[in-house]
């Protein structure tokens, strides 16, 4: 076909030159060689190639291209070897009917957006609670990717633009083969202790998994936390606050951490819901009411609303519900063998690429996941041995960077008080700003108080109150669709003309 088109034959031979050839033959922009090779928009341009080689010499009916595109491009080999057809230099390119064109359109699109999506920025949504205050329930996000460096997708086959499910079936939208080795692009900036940061939280996976169940990295579920170590710190727990290398974590103005409290009220009276809810932005599935004792417990509370609360006459105390040390163990506190809670813990080294610690029956849970899962090393332990790739280890030198991710709301989040430590190459993006607020609280059939408007378009980060740019979006928006009928309209004179 090559021959055919006024090629030559070794031309079709050679990697990455015989698509730039091909797309001279199917008269296609070379760029379009790119597309080929990222990962998810491929398996969009693929097909497309397909059909415009077909077209090309003059395979056009609607079996034509079902038989291209359901032989993933073997029927091309057919008509190769079987068929005498000529070779259509000039061809239109324009869609022959408003389906054909529709189809074109929608490809289009959906290979901008994956490529949007994929490396520049992607939007999220807040399910959770985990940084209320912060980030609340029904924010809808815009990450971006470049700020920590774009990763490219490791898993290659998968649906555009959905993360880890099909919408509506309820099946996984992804094969776990094959797959590609972690890469990431240079970023604008590094992970810093205060940064709210997407994540693939890492030890997402389904109850005893298998090669055909286990969630690839990419595929995990998408967390989001704040950082609060960062490689080579070593962090702990006191009372509540975080402390890295002995001094405590001074956390961004606009940080609301929040902390579980005991309330109780003179005679055991009732609080006003309108004035929790209102003055202080406490919905009712944050308290619960002990009718044994009439006390209130609030499941989330920042300092600054205990102090509000502590003024109010109809309140006799307000007492914060921090776990002492060693007084209150929890087992579920990693790494585990510890007598720690999520109030108190550590220290706790966060490993670093490059760096080495001794390993020891001591110090081997902090560290087994990472030696094990993240870095795909054979670990056994024989008595008092550890054995590493078959070689007897007293110490690890480690490949890859970590990072400790916890919530604001400290008595209500699943982070790495649980389950540790969060690896570089699950780290997706930094959020940038809120493009839409939704109150999960008020129905649908008031919208209009639904929306929570001063949050819309305010950014994640910064110091100080957000600022909504909201009028800002507006005015430009408006500019914008002003402008482009101004344009169709002169457009229109002058094909008149």
Not at 69 to 88: E, M, R, S
Not at 387 to 409: E, L
Request: charged letters at 20%; hydrophobic letters at 40%; a positive charge.
């Amino acid at each position: 076909m090559y021959k055919k088109a006024g090629r030559q034959a070794w031309e079709a031979a050679i990697p990455i030159y015989n698509a730039i050839i091909l797309m001279k033959i199917i008269n296609r922009p070379k760029w379009w060689v790119i597309l080929l090779f990222i990962p998810i928009v491929n398996l969009i341009m693929f097909p497309v190639v397909w059909v415009e080689t077909l077209r090309s010499f003059g395979k056009n009916t609607t079996l034509d291209t079902a038989l291209g595109v359901l032989t993933l491009g073997l029927y091309i080999y057919y008509i190769n070897y079987t068929q005498d057809v000529k070779y259509i230099e000039n061809r239109s390119l324009h869609p022959k009917n408003k389906t054909a064109d529709t189809v074109s359109s929608l490809l289009f699109a959906v290979v901008v957006a994956t490529i949007v999506h994929t490396y520049v920025m992607q939007p999220f949504t807040i399910p959770t609670g985990s940084l209320e205050k912060t980030l609340l329930v029904g924010d809808f996000l815009f990450v971006s990717k470049n700020h920590y460096g774009a990763r490219t997708p490791m898993t290659t086959v998968a649906m555009p633009m959905v993360h880890d499910t099909i919408p509506g079936l309820k099946t996984k939208s992804y094969l776990n083969r094959p797959q590609l080795p972690y890469f990431r692009f240079p970023g604008f900036e590094p992970i810093e202790k205060n940064d709210i940061v997407v994540f693939n939280w890492p030890v997402d996976t389904i109850p005893n998994a298998t090669e055909s169940n286990f969630k690839p990295i990419d595929k995990k579920t998408n967390y989001v936390k704040r950082c609060v170590g960062t490689p080579g710190d070593n962090l702990s727990f006191i009372d509540g606050d975080a402390y890295i290398n002995g001094k405590k974590l001074i956390l961004s103005d606009r940080a609301r951490v929040q902390y579980s409290y005991r309330v109780t009220t003179v005679n055991g009276s009732m609080l006003d819901p309108n004035y929790l809810t209102k003055e202080l932005k406490i919905y009712p599935d944050d308290i619960g009411f002990n009718q044994n004792d009439n006390s209130y417990f609030f499941i989330s509370l920042t300092d600054e609303n205990a102090a509000i609360l502590k003024k109010n006459p109809a309140v006799e105390s307000v007492t914060k519900l921090i776990a002492k040390a060693e007084e209150h163990p929890d087992p579920r506190i990693f790494p585990y063998t510890k007598k720690w809670n999520q109030d108190n813990f550590g220290p706790i080294y966060i490993p670093q690429a490059g760096k080495t610690v001794k390993l020891d029956k001591e110090s081997l849970p902090f560290y087994r996941t990472i030696i094990k899962e993240y870095e795909k090393n054979d670990l056994k332990v024989e008595g008092d041995k550890i054995i590493i790739n078959g070689q007897v280890a007293d110490s690890y030198t480690f490949k890859q960077d970590y990072y400790y991710m916890v919530g604001d709301n400290r008595h209500n989040s699943l982070d790495s008080r649980y389950w540790g430590f969060v690896p570089a190459d699950h780290i997706v993006g930094k959020p940038v700003f809120i493009w839409m607020s939704l109150d999960p609280y008020t129905p649908w059939s008031k919208a209009i108080d639904k929306i929570r408007w001063e949050r819309l378009f305010t950014t994640v980060g910064g110091s100080g109150e957000p600022v909504s740019y909201f009028s800002i979006f507006v005015l430009l928006m408006a500019g914008y669709f002003i402008a482009n009928f101004f344009i169709r309209r002169k457009k229109k004179k002058l094909d008149r003309y």
